[in-house]
Every structure is written in structure tokens, then in C-alpha cells.
């Protein structure tokens, strides 16, 4: 699942440079985290005093300029949910399930390689 995530942080990427402004300088920290059967995009990178990712108003918003995305949203709702990643999830949801089951078949694969 590791490519997976990796190739869904690139797409994000491209579409947060794409948007210009606070997306296109924070993109680079958006990464592709995988373990066992999930994967997973993340804004990573630079880290405040408290431990936040600087990242994460360019993708998330905030509750004090009244953009915060918050919890009420599908993956992959180009309407909704954290800037620039779910718009890419959305446009490339078919190369997603590609990656997915090109993925699966390489664990089918390896354990049964006739």
C-alpha cells in the first residue's frame, strides 16, 4: 500500500502547487504514509512549538478565519474536505483503484507465484 499512498501524495501535491498561495509553499509537506492494508496522505514537515504541522491551515483551514474544514466529509468529495487532496483523489479516483489493485496483485503474486 506504500505505492499507493505515494503516488496519491504526489497527485495531492501537483493540485496544492497548482492552487497557488499558502497550498503551493506547504505542498511539499504533503506525504504518503502506508502500513499493512491502509494508506493514508498527511501533511507532515515543519512542526510548531506545540507539535502541529505548519502545513495544516493550507489544507485543513482554520476556526479563527471560519475555513476550518473539520469532520463532515466523504474522501474524495472535490466539494469538501482538506484542500487540494481530496480535489486529487478525486480526478484521479480511477489511476487510485489502479494502484490499488496493481498493489493486491503484487501480494497475490508473491505468495503464489505460479
Not at 500500500?1 to 511539499?28: K, L, T, Y
Not at 475555513?67 to 466539494?79: L, R
Request: aromatic residues 8%.
Amino acid at each position: 500500500m506504500r505505492s499507493v499512498a505515494q503516488q496519491g501524495a504526489a497527485w495531492a501535491q501537483a493540485e496544492a502547487v497548482g492552487m497557488g498561495g499558502q497550498q503551493r509553499h506547504f505542498a511539499d509537506a504533503l506525504a504518503g504514509r502506508a502500513a499493512g492494508t491502509t494508506a493514508r496522505i498527511e501533511v507532515a514537515g515543519e512542526r510548531t512549538p506545540t507539535g502541529k504541522a505548519r502545513g495544516n491551515p493550507a489544507f485543513w483551514g482554520t476556526k479563527a478565519q471560519g475555513n476550518w474544514i473539520g469532520t463532515s466529509w466523504d474522501v474524495g468529495d472535490p466539494a469538501a474536505g482538506p484542500y487540494a487532496i481530496n480535489a486529487a483523489l478525486f480526478k484521479h479516483d480511477d489511476d487510485l483503484l489502479h494502484e490499488v489493485a496493481k498493489a493486491i496483485d503484487d501480494v497475490v503474486h508473491a505468495a503464489f507465484p505460479n
